[in-house]
């Protein structure tokens, strides 16, 4: 599976932002999904899981009660929308899939990986 991260910018604190992540080729439904962040001079963290049906989802502790993500099988399209922004939401996002396993947080599990797409939250 190919992935394409888009919808990212630049967004006062407070402010909100919905990304999306596109998914070519098949059997998107048979992917858990997820995103991860990276920010400038840090290594890249786990943001948010996403089950196969949607059913499931799974945060890190720093984004609970902000940001939700859901994902549409029909449209092979995943969506990360991200509400009170804060300096710390700062990062480059990037979606991940995997093919086996649940939900989880650990990069090395996740197999394909969009190219990501930049986050700027000014204060």
């Known amino acids: 599976v190919q992935l394409q991260a888009s919808g990212g910018g630049l967004v006062q604190a407070g402010g909100s932002l919905r990304l999306s992540c596109a998914a070519s080729?098949?059997?998107?439904?048979?992917?858990?999904m997820a995103w991860f962040r990276q920010a400038p001079g840090k290594e890249r963290e786990f943001v948010a899981a996403i089950s196969r049906s949607g059913g499931s989802t799974y945060y890190t502790d720093s984004v609970k009660g902000r940001f939700t993500g859901s994902r549409d099988n029909a449209k092979n399209t995943l969506f990360l929308q991200m509400n009170s922004l804060n300096a710390g939401d700062t990062a480059v996002y990037y979606c991940?899939?995997?093919?086996?396993?649940?939900?989880?947080?650990?990069?090395?599990?996740?197999?394909?990986w969009g190219q990501g797409t930049l986050v700027t939250v000014s204060s």
């Open positions: 080729g098949r059997a998107f439904s048979m992917y858990v």
């Open positions: 991940a899939a995997k093919r086996f396993g649940d939900i989880g947080r650990y990069q090395n599990d996740y197999d394909y």
